[in-house]
């Protein structure tokens, strides 16, 4: 497991309303590559949803769960104002691929498992984790500590997290309704507010900056 240290910049206004006011200006700086990058998420997620067996399985751990934190790590890289390319999806596959399916299959199964268990605790857990992509692709964290860190910078602010996470319902039923068309638009939104919150709680708390693994500790 690695060590880490915190570095604690000034923060930024943290709040649902804000957040997507944010997401919406990155957005409109950063729109082809964002739909790029959703739109080859969500073409892929779909494809893969057509296997059956143990194929469907293995496809969903081992490449539409790092897509997604390579998605996600995208739509941070869209809230600090850089420039988001279509490659950078793929980023979990070539920095931290063992612990980016890892950390996929983790979190599945703890929000599967929280469902399953009444709704609430589903949710609860969604929000509480919802930072582990960014911490794995982003900060390099292994799984376990990704974990433990999204859990940390969570805790003050669970309340924003879940409107943030809750007003994206409304934003994806808005895209459905016009013929599907907006729905990558909204799903692009959405997750541009969620970096956002992580961006700005981040800089208020302290970043988790991992002492580089030996050699090989990349692993399962």
Known sequence: ?????????????????????????HFRSN???????????TFVSILTSTATGPLAFLLQVLLVGPMGFGTAYALLVATRGETVELNQIAV?????????????????????????????????LAVRLVFVPYLIVDEELDAISAFRESWRRSQSWQLEIFLTMLLALPLMGLGLAFFGVGFL???AWSGLAIAYLFEAISETLGRAIPVPPAPGHDQF
């Open 1 to 25: 497991m690695q060590t880490m240290k915190t570095t604690a910049p000034p923060g930024q206004t943290i709040s649902a309303t804000e957040a997507y006011r944010a997401a919406l200006a």
């Open 31 to 41: 729109w082809l590559g964002l739909l790029l990058i959703i739109t080859a998420y």
């Open 92 to 124: 979990p596959f070539q920095r931290c691929y063992a612990q980016s399916v890892w950390g996929s299959l983790l979190l599945s199964s703890a929000l599967l498992a929280g469902v399953v268990f009444f709704l609430l605790p589903g949710i609860y």
């Open 185 to 187: 638009p909204a799903a």
